[in-house]
């Protein structure tokens, strides 16, 4: 279920827009999870009206049992995952700069703040990178360091669902 609960929280983020459902249940399928909706839902056409397929996805969420997450979840899920990601090294500071948005950072634990601030403190990334090749490094340098603090919390949303307690 967790891979349903990853594609529930990506949506909700909108790292996974409504046309893109289908070919996600299509592979939600092929790994396991399964139910009416989301064979419905994987057999359709990334060109269907997008409330359709939106309905699927949260039909099949309900079938699956897998709640759909408020949008503070699904932000906390989105700031773990990219630190988690930048702390591995699969992705770059600019990355996750152009991942995250201003006002993210409003709620959360004092590590999800400090990372999510991190992210957005600079504006204009090119600019100094260019400019400031120093002040770029410190600010990824800094970013870095957030993730990796982040990405050993114990308190993951990623990690802490319904289903996993004991």
């Not at 957005?120 to 993730?147: I, Q």
Request: glycine share 6%; charged share 25%.
């Amino acid at each position: 279920m967790d891979a349903v609960f990853t594609l529930a929280w990506q949506h909700s983020v909108g790292l996974v827009f409504p046309e893109g459902l289908p070919t996600a249940a299509a592979g939600l399928l092929a790994e396991g999870p399964d139910s009416p909706a989301l064979r419905d839902l994987a057999g359709r056409s990334r060109h269907e009206d997008t409330a359709e397929l939106e309905g699927l996805l949260q039909e099949a969420l309900a079938e699956l049992r897998v709640p759909v997450p408020d949008g503070e979840t699904a932000e906390r899920c989105l700031l773990h995952h990219l630190a988690a990601r930048l702390a591995a090294g699969d992705i770059d500071p600019k990355d996750v700069a152009a991942t995250l948005w201003y006002g993210v950072a409003d709620t959360g634990t004092e590590l999800e703040v400090r990372f999510a601030r991190a992210a957005v403190e600079e504006d204009h990334l090119d600019a100094l990178e260019t400019d400031r090749p120093e002040a770029f490094r410190a600010w990824e340098d800094a970013l870095r360091a957030a993730a990796v603090a982040l990405a050993a919390a114990e308190d993951s949303p990623l990690t802490t669902r319904p289903w996993n307690r004991s």
